[in-house]
């Protein structure tokens, strides 16, 4: 009878247990991963949101960088990280995109809690500002008349920047060839020196067009960029092309969903500090944010779309 009651009061102990550590989140510093090398424009970012979170949390979040395997690594870490809150990682469009290319072990649907979609990035169609192109027009035009003559610079394969420029491509019935770097900064050089014509960029272009060597052809957002309001969109210009590429937080699967609700609450009111958004608008980022039950039917949308994304560009590139 001693042994049957202790058992009882083990079991209603462990039940009461959880509501009251989800009470008591966080004790404990948080670790936040960041799938990309220290000092790019996701790691200034994800460190400014680590350090305003914290001051809402009242715990420090700890950056931890993880570089690799097309941003996966943190989402591969969820697979055997406790889902006690205490372990999140930033989360790229690459997680929902990367399965269908070269496989991964964890499942984006199954394996991640989602907590908060934070922002998205600001993607443009540029040339040398000597370049005889003036705008989207005449270069679909000049790729038309002369397929393949035109090189543009992305920073990889299936990156964002990639598969917008197949998807024009296709759009457009021009033809061009992709060639792949290591970054912004690589393809810049390269196109600024002459070896390639286009570069589709990220915010990093924006001092070279300040400075007149950069001509801004479009953006690839669903509206207009606050830094250039006078560059039109790829939708504007009359081609379903959109590309942000979105990031938020996510965490293991399972995860208690009162702890959930208080980092989403950290993350939603840094969204509101006025430093933190300038900081994104700086870094060429504008905030998208979805709580985590928008955000996980975002995500399952990212999953489906990317499968099919990835499909159709196979078909696409092997015409």
Do not use: C
């Not at 079991?11 to 550590?21: D, E, I, R, W």
């Not at 907590?115 to 003036?134: L, R, T």
């Amino acid at each position: 009878m001693k042994k049957i009651l202790a058992a009882g009061m083990m079991v209603l102990a462990s039940a009461g247990s959880a509501p009251a550590l989800a009470q008591d989140f966080p004790n404990h510093p948080i670790r936040l991963i960041i799938p990309y090398s220290a000092g790019g424009v996701t790691d200034v970012v994800g460190r400014a949101l680590a350090e305003q979170s914290g001051k809402r949390l009242g715990q420090t979040v700890v950056v931890e960088n993880k570089t690799g395997a097309n941003g996966t690594l943190g989402a591969t870490q969820m697979l055997n990280t406790a889902a006690d809150g205490y372990t999140v990682t930033m989360v790229p469009i690459g997680i929902f995109r990367m399965p269908h290319i070269t496989g991964t072990r964890y499942d984006p649907v199954k394996d991640l809690t989602y907590i908060s979609m934070i922002a998205g990035y600001n993607y443009y169609v540029a040339v040398a500002a000597d370049s005889p192109w003036k705008t989207l027009d005449d270069l679909v035009a000049y790729a038309k008349s002369k397929p393949d003559a035109i090189s543009y610079g992305t920073p990889g394969a299936y990156s964002s920047q990639h598969i917008a420029m197949v998807q024009l491509g296709e759009a457009a019935q021009a033809k061009w060839t992709h060639v792949p770097y290591k970054g912004d900064a690589d393809a810049l050089t390269a196109m600024l020196g002459g070896h390639i014509q286009v570069l589709v960029g990220a915010s990093t272009i924006l001092p070279y067009v300040a400075s007149g060597k950069v001509r801004i052809l479009a953006s690839l957002g669903d509206k207009r960029s606050p830094d250039l309001p006078d560059v039109p969109t790829l939708k504007e210009a009359g081609y379903p092309v959109v590309h942000t590429s979105p990031f938020g937080i996510a965490g293991p699967k399972g995860m208690d969903p009162a702890v959930i609700a208080k980092l989403d609450g950290a993350f939603r009111d840094t969204l509101k500090d006025d430093a933190f958004l300038a900081l994104l608008r700086q870094s060429g980022v504008s905030p998208q944010y979805m709580d985590t039950v928008t955000y996980t039917k975002a995500a399952q949308a990212s999953a489906d779309t990317e499968r099919e994304v990835i499909k159709k560009l196979g078909n696409i590139m092997n015409k």
